[in-house]
């Protein structure tokens, strides 16, 4: 019960979810017991990368993210494609307000913790190659593409 107590508490503040990342590479036994309700293998290795490869698409407006994704959506998800990189990059410079906009919403690798609430959970838990849903951050509304993970 307490592993379960401390992970809701990891999704809750900032400084705890720091913390929760830095524990990773020692705990490769504790990361196995979370599994985050979902169950099954992959749920698990998704929640114990410690880098993730991102792009993301971040617009004030909840409409102008609907609208975005609605373009991916249409010409990709809706099939059950995955949305490919250079594809994802030309809705990223067309409607993102993030200065990663005009590099297509590239964010790099970027180790846990660095990210805030929300988005780095959502950065985390995304599978490589999948585009998550969108999703509100103190920053506004964003999407993520996943380009890969690494310990």
């Not at 749920?43 to 994704?69: F, M, P, W």
């Not at 998800?77 to 250079?86: E, Q, T």
Request: net charge positive.
């Amino acid at each position: 019960m307490g592993k379960d107590s401390k992970a809701k508490e990891a999704k809750g503040g900032k400084g705890k979810q720091a913390a929760a990342g830095s524990d990773d590479s020692s705990s490769s036994s504790k990361g196995k017991g979370k599994g985050k309700g979902k169950g099954g293998k992959s749920s698990d290795d998704l929640g114990t990368c410690t880098y993730v490869k991102a792009r993301h698409v971040l617009c004030e407006k909840q409409g102008k993210i609907n609208e975005a994704y609605k373009k991916l959506q249409d010409g990709w998800l809706n099939n059950g494609d995955k949305v490919p990189p250079p594809e994802f990059a030309k809705i990223a410079a067309e409607y993102s307000e993030c200065p990663s906009g005009k590099k297509g919403g590239d964010l790099g690798w970027f180790p846990r913790g660095k990210m805030a609430g929300p988005f780095q959970e959502v950065a985390f838990n995304t599978p490589v190659g999948a585009t998550s849903a969108p999703f509100k951050s103190t920053h506004g509304y964003h999407f993520i593409l996943c380009e890969g993970r690494k310990n």
